[in-house]
């Protein structure tokens, strides 16, 4: 296995001019630069990272950390794939980290990708351990919230407008006809769900109906079984919805679960309509109605945001605001009888 001796001696440079070559620096001579990455080529060398970091000339170590709630998710691993695209690009490797939206593993992924020394960290947090995330960002290394927001305080974020989005899903029902609508939705410390449920609300109010307090239904979005049982709840009341509104996509597969195990038959019986646009979404029967959000895009977002706080720390913070979309297919309909 070549070292960087090796590489330096081919080169007829300084073991000095290979490091700085491999950590991006502008003292080397192009030339000389190009001639040292040939080198580097030829003879298979790859840098040990540990070592490289702690040649570092400009304190970076080509790392970024990366949490999220539910690696099974696919909104999820979209994000992550707009996020790896932009990192690879500027040749950074990417920690991940999955929370399983546990306090605990969170706290302790933020303290590993710490102590690796990444170059900053992107999540979507969880609004109690904003002290945690403070200590952190007293050490110099940036935040990045995507998803959600952190609470008041002031860091790079990159959300969609969650409220328009729960708006747009109720307010699509409520044309057809529905006031009966139910909602699957999450704990509000989670400014999404919080948010979704405040534009389905709004949607209600101003169409003249009542919140039933019954029809909302709050529970955790990493279980479709979750769901499943909230819907079953939801189906064996007096006067049960005739729509169900589903906050996330492991939500509205419980959603669709239950009511197939209830013989209904979707939108004859029950419409529903789910929140991301995922690709079973489509494939299934009837096709799902949801509201899009752009994960991949959102992904990009951060990671963008992200190299703009590596090449200038002192950069004012911003939030990135993206706009859901409703996408229409067979799931929702009239509903058989008025509600």
């Known amino acids: 296995m070549s070292t960087l001796k090796d590489v330096a001696k081919k080169a007829n440079v300084s073991i000095t001019t290979v490091s700085r070559v491999i950590n991006g620096s502008d003292k080397v001579n192009p030339k000389t630069s190009e001639k040292v990455k040939k080198i580097m080529t030829m003879l298979d060398y790859q840098p040990n990272r540990v070592a490289q970091r702690l040649r570092t000339v400009n304190g970076r170590s080509k790392l970024l950390g990366l949490i999220i709630p539910d690696i099974k998710n696919q909104f999820y691993s979209n994000i992550v794939r707009g996020i790896e695209d932009v990192a690879y690009g500027n040749d950074y490797a990417v920690i991940l980290c999955n929370s399983d939206e546990n306090p605990n593993k969170e706290r302790f992924y933020l303290e590993v990708l710490k ?32 998803d959600r927001k952190l609470g008041n305080k002031r860091v790079d974020t990159v959300v969609i407008d969650n409220e328009i989005g729960g708006y747009i899903a109720a307010s699509h029902l409520i044309e057809k006809g529905h006031k009966q609508i139910a909602i699957l939705t999450s704990s509000i410390l989670f400014s999404s769900f919080s948010e979704r449920q405040k534009g389905y609300e709004r949607a209600l109010k ?117 706009e859901p979309s409703l996408i229409i297919r067979q799931s929702t309909s009239s509903p058989k009888f008025n509600s």
């Open 115 to 146: 102590s690796e020394s990444v170059d900053g960290i992107i999540l979507p947090p969880i609004l109690q351990f904003g002290e945690e995330i403070d200590n952190i960002m007293k050490t110099g290394i940036p935040i990045i919230c995507f």
């Open 206 to 322: 101003e169409n003249g109906i009542e919140v039933d307090k019954r029809l909302i239904k709050e529970g955790d979005p990493r279980s479709s079984d979750n769901a499943k049982l909230m819907v079953k709840k939801l189906l064996n009341l007096d006067n049960p919805p005739t729509a169900i509104f589903a906050t996330n996509n492991l939500m509205t597969l419980g959603a669709i679960e239950a009511i197939n195990e209830q013989n209904l038959k979707i939108p004859d019986d029950i419409s529903i309509i789910g929140f991301d646009d995922i690709s079973w979404a489509k494939a299934i029967t009837p096709p799902l109605t949801v509201v899009k959000q752009p994960a991949y895009e959102m992904g990009l977002k951060a990671a963008e945001l992200f190299f703009r706080k590596v090449e200038d720390k002192s950069c004012e913070p911003v939030e990135i605001v993206m």
